[in-house]
Structures are given as C-alpha cells and as structure tokens.
C-alpha cells in the first residue's frame, strides 16, 4: 500500500470547508470522488487541517493510501481532469509510510486580505474583506504583533468548539499594505516549494545537507564576530537560519546606534537588517542561509569596513 502526499490550491467559495459533510459538498469530499476514479478503488484522504466554509487554500497538504501503481508524477494531471476547476492538484509525492498530513504538520500560515478602497472590485468578490474607510497598517501592525507568542485563546473560540486545548503559539503575525490591500502573512512561493520537497524522499537528503550548511554558517558566524568585535554577542537559534546580533555594548563603546553600524555594514555590501521590528533595537538581523564562501566574504568586510573602518 502507497502512501502519497498531494499538495493542492482550492478557491472555497462553493465549498462547506475542507472536511466531509454529510449533507453538504466539501473540497475533501470532491476529491475523494476524483481519486477514486483514477485509482479505481475508494479513497479516504487525510488533510493538515480543516477550513470554513467559504475559505481558500493556496497551499494545502494531504495524503492518501493506494494499491494504485499510477507513476506520482502522472497523478495530479490524472486527478485533476476528474474534479472541478476551482480545486487543482500541483504536485504528488510518495512518502514514508508514517507520515500523515494532519500529524505530521508542523506549522500552518494563514493569510487575511482586506480589499481597502473607496470602490469595491469585483475581482476580490470572496477572495478579501471589502472595508471602505482607510486603514493605519502601521498601527494594524503593531497590534498584531501582540498576538506573536503562546497564549490561550479560550475566550475567543468557537461556542461547541470541541479541541483538548485552546493555548496556541503565534510565530509571526505582520500587517502589509499591498496597494488597496492589507494583509496579514502574505504567502512565499519560493518556501512552499521547499517545504513540499522537504516532505519527498528525494528531498530527505537535500534538507540534511542544508541543516549542515546552515549550521556551519551560523557557527562561523557567532564564532568569528564574538572573537573579534568585543561587546557583541549572539544565540545561535534553533529552528530558523537567521541570526540576531546583539551590537548593543558595542555600539556604546564606539559612541554609534546599531542603525548607524547597520547602515555602514549595507555601505559595504553587506545586507543585513534593523533588529527593532522583531522586539530588540540593539540587535541586527542577519540571515545565514547562502554559500559559506559568501558568509567568509560578509565577515571579511564587516572586519575590514564596518567595525574596523
């Protein structure tokens, strides 16, 4: 039996959510019926999580087991000529036989679009909230950083939400303007591959390679500024590729902010970030995931140019 992971994209508009429903149309549901087809036997999938009535995913991971011999990479073209046009199937992978859409999801991101103009567009009808009035992202922002963190939601659910707990952690939550639209957490297309792939068993040995790449970097970058700029200090993180550098004392005893140094590091081509944003003025952002050659580059010229110069 063959375990296959399916990544699709759906506009939930005609659908009851993700889930079966017993006298209402579901995407599940909808997709159950085209896999059966292809397959030729029934077929129960397993989703990362529910979603409202109403409600799209540009993203989604499911799996299914088949006695099927359907070449995975025939899959999606097959399944997606047997379901509706406003479900798409992208990508399937065979995957281990333990892993399971729902409890091996790790993380989910959810993108909220508000459609801010004095005029509607019919474009946006169901795809974002219509709000007439202008809107401050600035201070949208600023509050909905307070939910980042672990925090229990109980007050807020669902009357006859039935879950064994309501304590959630936020890893992020940003407001961006985009034109007439503010939203929160605007999807990445770039890290949507790389998680898809990620889950594959060809992308099993290309993430144990990056986990060693990033690794080192972030190691030679925490060892090589510690040993040379006394005053500046850092944690290397445990689960992200970027890395916050605390110039604080540093800066102090050289009678400059963290931004002027930023500034002066970008003067000399290195691309970092103002740390404020994310909670700490004294510290800078700076992200480990590229060639180790151009990590030893970046060091070179903060020693040479930014903290020497």
């Known amino acids: 039996m063959r375990n296959i992971a399916l990544v699709l994209m759906y506009n939930g508009t005609a659908y009851h959510g993700w889930q079966v429903q017993k006298t209402e149309i579901s995407v599940a549901q909808t997709l159950e019926k085209g896999l059966s087809m292809v397959c030729g036997h029934p077929v129960k999938v397993t989703g990362c999580g529910r979603t409202d009535a109403g ?6 991971v499911a799996n299914f087991r088949t006695e099927s011999r359907i070449p995975v990479e025939r899959l999606p073209f097959a399944v997606n000529t047997h379901i509706p046009e406003d479900i798409v199937v992208k990508a ?5 036989e333990d892993f399971n859409a729902i409890g091996s999801c790790i993380k989910k991101e959810y993108t909220y679009r508000i459609y801010n103009s004095r005029v509607k567009n019919p474009f946006y009808v169901n795809r974002a909230y219509f709000y007439p009035k202008r809107l401050d992202e600035e201070v949208m922002d600023r509050a909905a950083r307070m939910f980042e963190g672990t925090h229990d939601f109980a007050a807020v659910r669902s009357v006859g939400t039935n879950v064994r707990s309501t304590v959630r952690t936020i890893y992020y939550c940003r407001v961006r303007r985009q034109g007439d639209l503010s939203g929160y957490n605007s ?3 770039l890290s949507m591959h790389a998680l898809t792939g990620a889950y594959s068993h060809a992308g099993m040995e290309w993430v144990d390679q990056l986990c060693a790449v990033l690794d080192k970097n972030l190691r030679y970058i925490r060892d090589f500024m510690e040993s040379r700029f006394p ?3 850092m944690m290397l993180p445990q689960g992200t590729y970027m890395l916050f550098v605390n110039c604080g004392a540093w800066c102090r005893s050289h009678g400059i902010t963290p931004d002027d140094l930023r500034r002066r590091g970008v003067e000399h081509g290195v691309i970092w970030q103002n740390g404020a944003g994310f909670g700490d003025g004294d510290c800078i952002r700076i992200n480990a995931a590229l060639p180790h050659t151009l990590v030893r580059e970046a060091m070179d010229r903060l020693e040479k140019y930014v903290f020497g110069g």
């Open 187 to 189: 999807c990445n297309v």
């Open 92 to 96: 399937a992978y065979e995957v281990a």
């Open 231 to 233: 005053g500046v200090s």
């Open 55 to 60: 409600v799209h995913a540009e993203h989604y």
